[in-house]
């Protein structure tokens, strides 16, 4: 069985002050607990190395939000895939749909950053899904496909090996509304199988997990979903309280299912 894995993404906020609070609590409390599962948290860039520098002892792992298509050159402003090795990070986040929506990201540059990315050994967390537009047309499916199928052109048969993939359907994103727990199976049974008839790669060297409005309330329902490897957690993960709860709920869950087996 898979171990779960948790992605909480920080977006627009951090401070010297939110490390020591909730970040240097959180990695205690995974020290000190039986934590089935592994956590990334994704920070601005300027929080990045002293974050690392918090968790290097710990199980937490520090993750990026963002990275540039260009490993260097006279690009004001932007962090290259090689400064994010040099600093430790090994996770990023590309295709977020606030990227997309925000700083016009489409499907053609996505691909180019999954490519620099995989390329420099680094581990993609990739952003797929529909907006409310979309999805009231019921094209769910055929956005992720859309979105998948432009890094298979790119990157060939094994593009999506040792990648994490979240699927997260715009319109439940910060709004407090989550689909139910059929429809994200069915899309995100759909996404696995897609990717395996598209890929030679085995299913279990990729993840599926879920995001959208995640949080301590609905996280056991989220749970109970067999077709997702972990969330992908947004304002929640900045609650230590809340945070710690979804961590504890995650790891009982993985746990009772492994006991199962």
């Known amino acids: 069985m898979k171990k779960k894995i948790i992605v909480a ?17 959180i990695a205690n409390f995974v020290n000190s607990h039986e934590i089935y599962s592994k956590l990334i948290i994704a920070l601005p860039f300027v ?11 710990t199980k937490v792992i520090i993750g990026a939000q963002n990275v540039d298509i260009h490993p260097y050159g006279a ?48 581990i993609p967390i990739l952003c797929i899904g529909e907006t409310e537009k979309d999805h009231s047309l019921f094209m769910a499916k055929k956005i992720c ?3 998948i199928d432009e890094i298979i052109h790119l990157l060939g048969e094994k593009a999506f090996n040792n ?32 990717i395996l008839n598209k890929q030679n790669i085995n299913e279990n060297s990729f993840f599926i997990q879920y995001g959208g409005s995640v949080n301590e309330k609905n996280i ?27 961590l504890t709920i995650v790891s009982k869950e993985y746990q009772k299912s492994f006991l199962n087996c």
């Open 9 to 25: 993404n920080w977006k627009l906020n951090g401070s010297i002050a939110l490390l020591n609070d909730v970040l240097k609590p």
């Open 47 to 57: 929080y990045l190395y002293p974050a690392y520098n918090i968790v290097m002892d």
């Open 75 to 122: 690009f004001t402003g932007e962090i290259s895939a090689n400064m994010l090795n040099d600093i430790h990070i090994k996770f990023v986040i590309i295709g977020h749909s606030e990227r997309r929506l925000y700083h016009k990201e489409n499907n053609q540059l996505i691909a180019e950053k999954f490519k620099i990315v995989k390329n420099s050994g680094l």
């Open 145 to 147: 496909r859309e979105q």
């Open 163 to 194: 990648t994490i993939i979240a699927y997260e359907p715009v319109w439940a994103i910060g709004s407090g509304k989550t689909p139910s727990s059929n429809f994200i199976k069915e899309v995100c049974d759909f996404i696995k199988v897609y």
């Open 220 to 246: 056991q329902e989220i749970c109970n979903i067999s077709s997702i490897d972990g969330v992908l957690v947004g304002s929640a993960s900045l609650l230590l309280d809340c945070f710690l709860k979804i």
